[in-house]
């Protein structure tokens, strides 16, 4: 079982940067692919960055050169630093991880409770 932990959601204004954070616990996330995922009022969940066991990295289409996934899998934490934000970037903000890479969130076996981003214009 792993259990995942966000932090870091707030209000930004359009223009800023925030850092979202995810602890894990119960699995070394070096085991894991980690993803982030957020959801829109009215909207379905959607992916939005993955780093997998090597350390890889894939982004959606609208966050690539804007947001950087990271990890330490020495603290066993997951981090996803987002600049240039914009309206379109709030949402509810996921921490996920599975024990294969993929970027479907119904592939993606253990969950957070999420973290609330809102970006102002």
């Known amino acids: 079982q792993v259990q995942l932990v966000e932090s870091g959601g707030g209000l930004v204004q359009s223009g800023g940067s925030l850092r979202l954070s995810c602890a894990a616990s119960?699995?070394?996330?070096?085991?894991?692919?980690m993803g982030w995922f957020r959801q829109a009022p009215g909207k379905e969940r959607e992916f939005v960055a993955l780093i997998i066991q090597s350390g890889g990295t894939r982004y959606a289409d609208d966050v690539n050169g804007r947001f950087t996934i990271s990890k330490d899998n020495v603290k066993n934490m997951v981090y996803l630093e987002m600049n240039s934000a914009n309206t379109e970037d709030t949402g509810v903000y996921y921490c996920a991880a599975n024990q294969y890479a993929t970027t479907a969130a119904r592939d993606f076996r253990w969950w957070g409770q999420g973290t609330q981003v809102t970006v102002s214009s």
């Open positions: 119960g699995r070394p996330i070096s085991t894991l692919a």
